[in-house]
């Protein structure tokens, strides 16, 4: 059978589903194919053991662009995002160090810590909050590339210098160095208590694989911070039901507007003909027309599997081949008989409701980093864990807990590559980990599910493990975000185009690929 | 956690009207009772009592604490004598203003600082390379303000020594029943009053002495909401009401220079070098753009926008604090700050920002108010500050 649409959407991850609903807001005819049983990519909630419900991979919701909120009316689809309040850090000494959105309480604590550091905090936010308005504009915009003449990328680039030009010498200095820096050596000008710089540090290592003392690491110190600016529209926080039902309620919109979606869709290849893109050919040999076929897969996976390199200029399959992925972050979901009772709050609290992170020196999260680059998974990761279940009880039965653990470093090529053995090993050294400093932690455990960069290939098809579709490392950023002639959401075939986190501004569960993805075509279209 | 400071078991004991608010991130009264008006009453003519502890208060010490404050403050510290204590503004290198707060010289080399915000970290910025001690004693000082006409004789009956000869902005050592302190003839209402400086541990201590010997002078534990009325009364700013920290500042247009707050007075240009000089020099060269002046709503027009809908004017009886815009000459003049019924003058009273071409006094500028959900605008005067200045301030 054959039918046509004016767009097919390949993948119904996060983005692929922000995309479809903004195109079938416009009034195409869309349709989104999706090779798993259920929506969302890496954005999903699963009753993974019985009557616990994990997000399984992504577990917060960063930076998920407001104008997408308001534009595509999530709330009015089942979106609800609970406030995650603070950061705890426990130490090996019984202390920990907590980090609150209360301007009072958290001064008060990180007095408790360091005076001087509870007085620079003020000012490093006013600081980041500075240049957080300086650098977000550039979210919203399809990335001009300067090599080109083409006179809408010129204007483009003319837009983009008049707005560097707006930050003044002093922000514009200060952007020069967040770019340039680790996150270590920038946080170093400002602090001096080290479980403070190794947690504000470990934003700046999420998904990639760098330590904190790697240059080009500052600048996604400014993430948290884009953030904040958004604070009234709680873009940071918990889905309520969990991420899934971030993709639950996208899926939703994309549907009131008449977007079809189709579940245990895979696809095998893009249709190319006379270099245009004119359809896609499922696995079971279905094949369905579109004018336009829009990817939410990975470049990798996009253009070398499902378009195929013959099709494709070969310094632009050479680019694709170079862009780096390099999976380095796992994932434990516990299932708990009972709360964990950290040593260092014994009676436990408000702080078990934020997140919770195991980082207490810089040193510690570069060693950790260490392993990794010689290709072990880290025996004292860093870890970033929330417990769900303490914001929305309907996570677990009554007095029950589900555990949300990211897991850095666990490097895709491991030496001797992933097996089951080695996951349950990297499992242990998680579990391991934890339990230096809630001790009740694994007598407590109901059920444990590991997953590693291998497991969230195959399960997701991310190339490597990557949870970001690619590095974010500036290298491939912004216009070179995949690639030199691939970005801005376009690609060397006619009618194909990428609207996944290997976009500009990549990765998190910000939307921001998409909704920008569907602005180009629908710019093209008109 | 919001802290509680050292006089909270007593405090939380009195305050019946459970009107709690925050200070620096502290716990403090709103009123005690409920309402506050007794406790606005008790500054004018007898004896309130606040406790001011949640004060930023610094302990600078050595051979260079007065070079330092010199450096930091618009005021010329080197030449304060002992005792003397400076309110004075601090800026940033643009000539801004950061903070407002006190420095007392409590000998040569030592010197206590107040301030409202946060100032260890600035402080020990513009200390490199000066032999200097810098020491947070926020916590570890306790504070409590004695205002009003009875304040003296309340003080003298538990001191040791004569008090008689404490001239205003001045300091000693002193012991209170027995507890060492030192008083500034300081305050923020304007008013005959002091403010007693002791170690946290004797705290309540000196409470009890107080409240005991100020018995029958009418001594009345006071909070906020009182004390806000009073320092409108006394024209006297407020950071983060009245005006914007330059470190907390937004953008450009947030930020205030001293000249534009009134207090050009405090700025020593004579002192060769503090930050912000450059920038305070040639804009006083040049004339601030904005000066911060005193509002007196007009009572008829007032009563006449009311009337207008069959209602008898609204007063302000709480203090408030928003932005209320101001017009003159058909364009924005400006706007005030904070303002409220003034139950002493019997005036409706106003703090505002104006454009230096409408501050003179006497200017008819026009106040926005609501009446009725609509937005009216009042006739107001420009008038001098202080509202309420009263001799004993200073005699």
Request: glycine share 10%; aromatic share 8%; net charge neutral.
């Amino acid at each position: 059978m054959s039918r046509s649409f004016d767009a097919i959407v390949i993948g119904g991850g996060h983005n692929g589903l922000v995309c479809a609903a903004y195109l079938a807001r416009a009034g195409k005819r869309v349709l989104v194919l999706e090779r798993r049983e259920h929506v969302g990519g890496a954005a999903v909630s699963e009753e993974v053991f019985p009557g616990f419900r994990f997000s399984v991979f992504s577990y917060v919701v960063s930076l998920l662009r407001p104008e997408i909120i308001r534009e595509l009316d999530l709330p009015r689809h089942g979106l609800h995002i609970l406030p995650l309040e603070s950061t705890l850090t426990p130490l090996a000494n019984g202390d920990y160090l907590a980090q609150w959105n209360d301007h009072d309480q958290n001064r008060c604590e990180l007095a408790r810590h360091s005076l001087r550091d509870a007085e620079a905090y003020e000012e490093y936010g006013r600081r980041m909050h500075h240049m957080a308005r300086a650098v977000k504009p550039l979210l919203a915009m399809a990335p001009p590339d300067p090599a080109s003449l083409d006179p809408r990328e010129l204007l483009g680039l003319a837009r983009l210098g008049a707005h560097l030009r707006g930050l003044g010498s002093a922000r514009f200095h200060e952007l020069c160095r967040l770019m340039t820096m680790s996150s270590a050596d920038y946080l170093d000008q400002w602090f001096e208590c080290e479980p403070l710089k190794a947690t504000k540090s470990a934003s700046g290592i999420i998904g990639t694989l760098a330590g904190p003392r790697s240059p080009g690491t500052a600048f996604v110190l400014l993430h948290h911070y884009m953030g904040e600016l958004d604070g009234v529209f709680r873009a940071w926080g918990f889905a309520k039901g969990g991420n899934g039902s971030v993709s639950e309620a996208i899926a939703a919109a994309a549907r009131s507007w008449g977007a079809e979606i189709r579940t245990n869709a895979a696809v095998a290849r893009v249709r190319v003909e006379g270099g245009r893109a004119t359809g896609v050919v499922l696995e079971d040999g279905e094949e369905i027309h579109a004018r336009r076929v829009v990817s939410n897969a990975d470049p990798r996976r996009t253009f070398l599997e499902m378009v195929g390199e013959k099709h494709l200029p070969a310094d632009f399959v050479a680019a694709i081949r170079r862009y780096r992925f390099r999976g380095s972050s796992g994932k434990v979901n516990l299932a708990l008989g009972e709360l964990p009772r950290f040593t260092c709050l014994p009676q436990g609290g408000a702080a078990l409701r934020g997140a919770i992170s195991i980082s207490p020196s810089v040193e510690y999260l570069e060693r950790a980093y260490d392993e990794a680059k010689y290709g072990e998974f880290s025996r004292r990761p860093y870890l970033d864990m929330v417990i769900p279940s303490l914001l929305d009880p309907s996570m677990a039965p009554p007095g029950k807990h589900v555990m949300s653990i990211f897991v850095q470093y666990a490097p895709y090529r491991l030496n001797g590559g992933w097996t089951d053995a080695r996951r349950e090993a990297f499992g242990d050294a998680v579990v391991d980990t934890i339990a230096e400093y809630a001790p009740n932690l694994k007598s407590s455990i109901l059920h444990r599910q590991v997953i590693t960069p291998a497991d969230i290939e195959r399960t997701l098809g991310l190339s490597e493990g990557n949870i970001f579709q690619g590095e974010l490392s500036l290298q491939q950023m912004f216009f070179l975000r995949p690639a030199a002639a691939g970005s801005r959401y376009r690609t060397p075939i006619q009618d194909l185009f990428l609207c996944g986190a290997g976009t500009h501004p990549g990765g998190g569960v910000m939307g921001a690929s998409g909704r920008n993805a569907a602005r180009a075509i629908l710019g093209e279209a008109a | 956690m919001l802290k509680t400071t050292p006089f909270h078991p007593r405090i939380a004991a009195l305050c019946k009207s459970h009107a709690w608010r925050r200070w620096a991130g502290y716990v403090v009264a709103s009123s005690y009772e409920l309402s506050h008006e007794r406790e606005y009453h008790a500054i004018r003519v007898a004896a309130a009592l606040f406790d001011i502890s949640p004060l930023y208060k610094y302990l600078v010490r050595g051979k260079d604490a007065a070079r330092l404050l010199d450096r930091v403050v618009t005021r010329d510290v080197v030449r304060a004598s002992i005792g003397q204590v400076l309110y004075t503004p601090w800026c940033d290198g643009s000539g801004k203003v950061l903070d407002d707060g006190t420095v007392a010289r409590l000998d040569e080399s030592t010197f206590r600082m107040t301030s409202a915000d946060p100032g260890l970290r600035w402080l020990e910025e513009n200390a490199l390379g000066l032999e200097v001690a810098i020491e947070d004693v926020s916590e570890s000082t306790a504070a409590l303000a004695l205002q009003g006409p009875n304040a003296r004789a309340i003080l003298q009956q538990v001191s040791e020594s004569d008090l008689a000869g404490l001239k205003y902005f001045r300091l000693v050592p002193a012991r209170l029943r027995g507890v060492p302190v030192t008083i500034s003839r300081t305050g923020y209402t304007g008013d005959l009053g002091y403010e007693i400086w002791l170690d946290a541990a004797h705290a309540l201590e000196l409470w009890d002495a107080l409240i005991d010997a100020g018995a029958g002078h009418g001594i009345t534990p006071a909070g906020m909401l009182a004390l806000d009325l009073a320092r409108i009364e006394a024209g006297l700013m407020l950071i983060d009401v009245d005006y914007v920290s330059a470190r907390k500042a937004l953008i450009e247009s947030q930020k205030s220079s001293p000249f534009e707050l009134g207090l050009g007075w405090a700025v020593d240009l004579r002192k060769e070098r503090f930050v912000g000089r450059t920038a305070l020099a040639e804009e006083a060269r040049r004339g601030p753009q904005w000066q911060f002046v005193g509002l007196e709503v007009d009572w008829n027009s007032l009563e006449h926008l009311y009337a207008e809908l069959g209602l008898a004017p609204q007063l302000p009886g709480v203090a408030w604090r928003m932005s209320a815009p101001a017009y003159a000459g058909g364009e924005q003049a400006g706007y005030a700050t904070s303002g409220g019924w003034s139950p002493l003058l019997k005036r409706y009273i106003a703090l505002a920002h104006l454009q230096s071409r409408w501050a003179a006094a006497g200017t008819l500028v026009e106040m926005e108010v609501t009446v009725e959900h609509r937005r009216k605008r009042a006739t107001a005067r420009v008038v001098p500050r202080p509202f309420f200045d009263p001799e004993r301030k200073r005699a």
